[in-house]
């Protein structure tokens, strides 16, 4: 049976050390600790909630406050859990908000995952005198309550390698 963690291997989840090839990959900064904090929870949520069997994480993010969780194509709703209840379990016991995203390669469809119900106005990249690339993402502010920004900052460039700028217009 699969891990519920992409990097992360079962025995690893099911244990309280690391082999060798895991702790490289957060050596390398592939995984984190909260990435198998979250994986590890999940696995022990398995045995209540027999839909996580199925389910694949790809990445964990977070913040002081929140946790983002990216999650394969078609798994969003398993790791929600029906009526929000693997999600809230999830929430309690890392003490924190925890938001499920659907993970995309397309940069574009991605950021409107993780913005979701925001509406996306537009996302470029814009080039800046000193040669270096920012991401820029302009957000209707009309349509969504106070966002993370930093948080938002920290995804995007965890995955596309962007510094990243929020504009709420």
């Given at each position: 049976?699969?891990?519920?963690?992409?990097?992360?291997?079962?025995?690893?989840l099911k244990?309280?050390?690391?082999?060798?090839?895991?702790?490289?990959?957060?050596?390398?900064?592939?995984?984190?600790?909260?990435?198998?904090?979250?994986?590890?929870?999940?696995?022990?949520?398995?045995?209540?909630?027999?839909?996580?069997?199925?389910?694949?994480?790809?990445?964990v993010v977070?913040?002081?406050?929140y946790?983002?969780?990216?999650?394969?194509?078609?798994?969003?709703?398993?790791?929600?859990?029906?009526?929000?209840?693997?999600?809230?379990?999830?929430?309690?016991?890392?003490?924190?908000?925890?938001?499920?995203?659907?993970?995309?390669?397309?940069?574009?469809?991605?950021?409107?995952?993780?913005?979701?119900?925001?509406n996306?106005?537009?996302?470029?990249?814009?080039?800046?005198?000193?040669?270096?690339?920012?991401?820029?993402?302009?957000?209707?502010?009309?349509?969504?309550?106070?966002?993370?920004?930093?948080?938002?900052?920290?995804?995007?460039?965890s995955?596309f390698?962007?510094d990243?700028?929020?504009?709420?217009?």
């Amino acid at each position: 049976m699969p891990s519920i963690h992409r990097e992360i291997c079962e025995i690893c989840l099911k244990s309280d050390v690391l082999c060798p090839a895991c702790e490289e990959k957060v050596k390398n900064g592939i995984i984190s600790a909260l990435d198998i904090e979250v994986a590890r929870i999940l696995e022990k949520l398995k045995e209540k909630f027999k839909v996580l069997k199925s389910a694949e994480i790809i990445k964990v993010v977070g913040s002081e406050n929140y946790v983002i969780i990216l999650a394969r194509k078609g798994d969003v709703s398993k790791i929600i859990g029906k009526n929000g209840s693997i999600v809230r379990a999830l929430s309690k016991e890392l003490g924190k908000q925890v938001k499920v995203v659907e993970y995309s390669e397309d940069m574009k469809t991605f950021i409107n995952n993780l913005l979701f119900p925001a509406n996306v106005e537009t996302i470029s990249i814009v080039y800046k005198r000193d040669g270096n690339k920012v991401l820029k993402i302009v957000v209707s502010s009309k349509s969504t309550k106070k966002i993370d920004e930093e948080l938002i900052k920290q995804v995007v460039h965890s995955l596309f390698n962007y510094d990243t700028e929020v504009v709420m217009v």
